[in-house]
């Protein structure tokens, strides 16, 4: 069965400063990764996607994610936090056959400093 | 780009009533769409596949005769939590896919509180 694991619960980081969140997954065949955002009591956002290709992904508001099939790891980053990237990260698998859910990592909670 | 609207956004409900909330693809047509719960501070569980046209498709654990999903047409799916009880107090939250590059878009959530 396919698992996420994000081995962070909480990270603190200071305005401005650079961000990495990790993901670590396992599941047999080609993975299909996402990075989600999620405010209090909302939705989720996607953030960015990775299917096939070049396994840099550059998704939105700056952020990026490194597919790194040989430690089966899809770290999130960005190089410059700001006040408003205070949210709940999660990260999720599933196949690529289209018709199935997402499996998620229990997220990583990240807090800004001023 | 693609929306799910979800309603209500938030529902309370007395013990042993039940409850239905609505996911609705506004844009698109969603032949699949997925139900998931969420506890507070925790991650989001798959509760359950919804296909138009037919039964949906319950993960283990789920309970169906207590999470009744239907997906009568392409633009929406309900879930109808029966005889509610303060454990089913919880956050969820449908998703649909919407085109070909495997776009889950999220609807924004329902938070349900059973007394």
């Known amino acids: 069965a396919q698992s996420v694991t994000q081995p962070d619960i909480h990270i603190t980081v200071s305005e401005g400063a650079s961000l990495e969140l990790r993901c670590n997954y396992s599941?047999?065949?080609?993975?299909?990764l996402f990075w989600y955002v999620q405010s209090p009591g909302q939705g989720l956002q996607l953030l960015l996607k990775?299917?096939?290709?070049?396994?840099l992904v550059q998704g939105i508001k700056g952020f990026e994610a490194e597919f790194k099939r040989s430690q089966s790891s899809f770290n999130l980053r960005k190089p410059s936090v700001h006040w408003s990237d205070a949210a709940e990260y999660f990260c999720?698998?599933?196949?690529?056959?289209?018709?199935?859910?997402?499996?998620f990592g229990k997220g990583t909670h990240l807090i800004i400093q001023p | 780009g693609a929306v799910v609207s979800q309603h209500p956004s938030r529902v309370i409900c007395k013990s042993g009533t039940s409850v239905k909330i609505e996911c609705r693809s506004l844009?698109?047509?969603?032949?699949?769409m997925f139900w998931y719960r969420q506890f507070p501070k925790q991650s989001l569980m798959l509760m359950a596949t919804?296909?138009?046209?037919?039964?949906?498709?319950?993960e283990q654990g789920v309970e169906k005769d207590k999470f009744l999903i239907n997906h009568a047409s392409l633009t929406l799916s309900t879930l109808t939590v029966t005889s509610a009880h303060p454990e089913d107090s919880s956050f969820y939250i449908c998703s649909a896919i919407s085109g070909g590059d495997y776009g889950y878009t999220f609807g924004s959530g329902t938070r349900l509180t059973v007394v």
């Open positions: 990775y299917f096939s290709g070049d396994t």
């Open positions: 844009d698109f047509q969603a032949t699949t």
């Open positions: 999720a698998v599933t196949s690529g056959g289209g018709a199935d859910g997402l499996t």
């Open positions: 919804s296909n138009e046209g037919s039964k949906a498709t319950y």
């Open positions: 599941y047999g065949a080609t993975p299909y």
